[in-house]
């Protein structure tokens, strides 16, 4: 089933259910399963030969989401139920968040069970099921699929001074490329734990002519503009993913430790400068809402149209054209030339 390209997308690194199993316990050899299967105290472990894939969603559902055809896994078109939030805790008492995702066919039976840990799990260590939570589900997924500045991050205002992302204040006048001048409408703020494939990504000063360093979430899109269409994507101006940019040297990932994550929502979806590049804003809709205060999240549930159909979301760019060993210095030559 081939979906529109504008339909925002997001890739996320999965386990299945048959590598993260129980050692210990009721459940003894049964593989991790949605809530309803499941009994607190079971212990589980990764496998050692066990590998992440990347799971290609796109919001298509108002309570779930469809796969899409580049998927590396799963069924194009099938639904991807969002089951639960499992707390699990090792020997040493530090607990990780698993989040359950579920696929099912026409009929509506399973088809595959997905985990999607929050943090890396460490293959062959026993971690005890300590909570489930149906509750805390569609939060911590709206979390990873925020699109997110870190602290420290330079944004260009209306009146072109550069201001940090941490100073700014709700309704706060921000340069935008698309409709000038726009207030900020919310402002959200996490620190999670910047470990793995949830670890920002930092382009170093003059990979995409930023004065400074732009750290990132990974799935954030930035916008360039190519003088020569070096993607042969068929279009000047495309939307590029920050861990499609990733080369080991001039764009890398900043593992480790924590990182204070921050979002901005305007009115609508809008493209704005931070440390000189132009990046995405928060793009609302039912996988991004429950990040939002209630009394906004029902206000914005009447603009998820419009943030869905500006015309940049056009501008995305397919994963397959983007095979470059240094798509950053290429993108950067296109733009200057």
Known sequence: ?????????????????????????????????????????????LRRDATPHLLTLHTDRKDGFTIADMSEVGTPGATLYLDS???????????????VLVEVDDECDVEAVYALPLAPLTPRLGYALVGISHDDARTKFAEVACVS???????TMASGAQRKIEELQIGDT???????????RWIGHATV?????????????????????LLVSPDHR????????????????????????????????????????????????????????????????TRTSPVLPPELSRQMAQSLASHDSRDHQKFEVSEKLLKHPDMAKLLKRASTR
């Open 1 to 45: 089933m081939t979906k529109s390209p504008s339909k925002p997308t997001q890739s996320i690194p999965v386990y299945r259910s048959g590598d993260v199993t129980v050692v210990n316990g009721a459940n003894l050899g049964d593989p991790v399963s949605f809530a309803a299967e499941l009994d607190l105290d079971d212990t589980y472990e």
């Open 174 to 184: 921000v340069l935008t490329r698309d409709d000038g001048p726009q207030k900020i």
């Open 85 to 99: 939030c499992l707390t699990l805790m090792s020997g040493n008492g530090v607990t990780t968040e698993v989040l």
């Open 222 to 285: 930035l916008f360039i503009y190519q003088r020569s269409d070096a993607l042969g994507a068929g279009r000047k101006e495309v939307l590029v993913r920050a861990r499609h940019l990733l080369n080991g040297d001039t764009v890398v990932r900043q593992d480790g430790g924590f990182v204070d994550y921050y979002q901005l929502l305007f009115d609508d979806h809008q493209i704005i400068y931070a440390e000189g590049i132009a990046a995405e804003t928060l793009l609302v809709d």
């Open 149 to 155: 500045f870190t602290r420290g991050t330079h944004i």
């Open 193 to 213: 734990r910047a470990l793995g494939d949830f670890a920002p990504v930092r382009i170093k000063a003059g990979t995409l002519h930023n004065e400074n360093d």
